[in-house]
């Protein structure tokens, strides 16, 4: 059954950055759309940043130009770059098959910004 098991987060102060990483399994993930999202307190799920098997990425407006995701098919792990970080990112990422938010999500990792 699909796997997908988040790590990296941390408590950062702005402006700083943090890597995610998701490793997946029981499924060809080399072959799958990949995804990041997220759930800040208090808010609904949202989707932040996709990753298309060939090579294409896309961005939330939200994070454009601050995160960049990415995957190593070799390892199955899929990551997540998150630079010049802000306290309103404060939320579990989850690591997703699949564009939006529909698909497969892991448990999630916390990530706090804060002074």
């Known amino acids: 059954q699909v796997q997908l098991v988040e790590s990296g987060g941390d408590s950062v102060q702005p402006g700083g950055s943090l890597r995610l990483s998701c490793a997946a399994s029981?499924?060809?993930?080399?072959?799958?759309?990949m995804s990041w999202g997220r759930q800040a307190p208090g808010n609904q799920r949202e989707w932040v940043a996709g990753d298309n098997p060939r090579g294409r990425t896309d961005y939330a407006d939200s994070v454009k130009g601050r995160f960049t995701i990415s995957r190593d098919n070799n390892k199955n792990i899929l990551y997540l770059q998150m630079n010049s970080l802000k306290p309103e990112y404060t939320a579990v990422y989850y690591c997703?098959?699949?564009?939006?938010?529909?698909?497969?999500w892991g448990q999630g990792t916390q990530v706090t910004v804060s002074p």
């Open positions: 997703k098959t699949g564009s939006g938010l529909s698909g497969n």
């Open positions: 029981g499924f060809p993930f080399g072959t799958y759309y």
